[in-house]
């Protein structure tokens, strides 16, 4: 398994610009969580989807953040219009349980700079 | 409000030696809780976790230990390794139902030839 997959690896961007970050979940595991990174504030969850269905958005900055699960092995997450304070690593992880079972596995992430 | 938190930022140890790494936690309601290691430019990987019903856990060469009443974690790795270098996060996860963790700033951990 190639494990979780995020792409691009690396994007830099001008503030304004539509950005859209990519996971693909390992498969057979039904829960996705978006983390953002940062030095100043350090790993922070965002959204997190249990069997493709939002659960808990409450760590989404705002409005100019969203994120989907067209299926069940992929999601995305968009920032329109970007910011510079956007600029940071961000991560997903998939888990194949849910509660206290299940550990969470990270992706390389995508390291954001809005310029 | 609640949060997680480490002690020290970094930590130099001499290759061989035991390292321990410190985690303070607030949340009372927190009912598991994880240590993860990152590497430079990788994600964060699991090391090994606890449920808030234990005290102890050990695994390979790692031992977390969990001290409720003063709601203090801690990691310990036996005989480091340079291979050991690396950010130590601590994280915890509210019994309350949320499945999302939240995380302490970090330990950088540096091996000393």
């Known amino acids: 398994d190639a494990g979780v997959i995020q792409s691009p690896r690396h994007e830099v961007t001008e503030m304004g610009q539509e950005v859209t970050l990519r996971c693909k979940l390992i498969?057979?595991?039904?829960?996705l969580f978006w983390y953002r990174q940062t030095m100043m504030r350090g790993l922070e969850l965002l959204i997190y989807?249990?069997?493709?269905?939002?659960?808990?958005d409450s760590g989404m900055p705002e409005d100019r953040f969203s994120a989907k699960m067209p299926n069940a092995s992929f999601s995305t997450l968009k920032i329109q219009p970007s910011e510079p304070r956007d600029s940071a690593v961000y991560f997903c992880?998939?888990?194949?349980?849910?509660?206290?079972?299940?550990?969470?596995?990270f992706g390389p992430g995508t390291r954001l700079t809005v310029l | 409000g609640e949060s997680v938190g480490l002690h020290l930022p970094t930590l130099s140890v001499q290759e061989g030696d035991n390292s321990i790494i410190n985690c303070a936690y607030s949340n009372s309601a927190s009912d598991y809780f994880i240590w993860y290691k990152q590497e430079s430019g990788k994600g964060p990987q699991f090391i090994i976790d606890?449920?808030?019903?234990?005290d102890k856990r050990q695994g390979q060469r790692v031992t977390v230990l969990l001290n409720k009443t003063v709601k203090h974690l801690s990691l310990q790795i036996a005989a480091t390794q340079p291979g050991d270098s690396a950010v130590y996060f601590c994280?915890?996860?509210?019994?309350?139902?949320?499945?999302?963790?939240?995380f302490g700033k970090g330990t950088h951990l540096i091996i000393q030839p």
């Open positions: 498969s057979g595991h039904n829960s």
């Open positions: 994280a915890e996860k509210d019994g309350g139902g949320a499945d999302g963790l939240t």
């Open positions: 989807f249990n069997n493709n269905v939002p659960i808990d």
């Open positions: 606890i449920r808030s019903n234990m």
């Open positions: 992880a998939s888990r194949a349980g849910q509660g206290l079972r299940g550990e969470q596995f």
